[in-house]
């Protein structure tokens, strides 16, 4: 039996440094990418805790991600990760490292604008899908007792 010899460039992966996947270019790699579609699909079961029947499949990675403005004054906004699930909810998740004064009032206004680009003009209200908002941050925002609410 002959020995092997281990050579420097083998050290264990936990002495070089690791990528930070809350950079927001990571991020967006990892999970809004069609290559990171298991990934992505992975996070949300987990967050939203679904499983079973009502465990998502598959998704739709959706490209443009800036909530476009309607007037010139109005607010533009462009999302980390857009998309939809095989039952037709959108689902935005934002990454945010920066703290904000306002993260409520900020989650809310990208909510209201992709539940209401869900329909057109003349379309009936019935046809709105559900929407969903997912905010990973990297600070206490509410007070809660957990993390995940």
């Not at 805790?49 to 465990?55: E, L, M, N, S, T």
């Not at 409520?104 to 869900?118: E, G, I, P, V």
Request: net charge positive; glycine share 4%; aromatic share 8%.
């Amino acid at each position: 039996m002959e020995a092997v010899q281990l050579r420097e460039e083998s050290a264990p992966y936990t002495t070089s440094p690791r990528l930070n996947p809350k950079n927001d270019f990571l991020f967006k790699k990892l999970f809004a990418e069609e290559a990171g579609k298991p990934l992505l699909i992975s996070l949300l079961n987990a967050i939203l805790r679904r499983d079973g029947k009502a465990r998502i499949a598959d998704v739709t990675i959706l490209e443009n991600r800036v909530l476009s403005r309607e007037w010139i004054d109005d607010k533009e906004a462009s999302l980390d990760v857009l998309c939809e699930t095989d039952s037709s909810e959108r689902v935005n998740i934002e990454m945010q490292i920066r703290r904000f004064k306002r993260m409520d009032q900020r989650s809310l206004f990208y909510m209201t604008r992709l539940f209401a680009d869900t329909i057109g003009a003349g379309q009936s209200y019935i046809r709105l899908k559900r929407t969903i908002g997912i905010n990973l941050l990297d600070h206490d925002y509410l007070p809660l007792g957990k993390f995940h609410s």
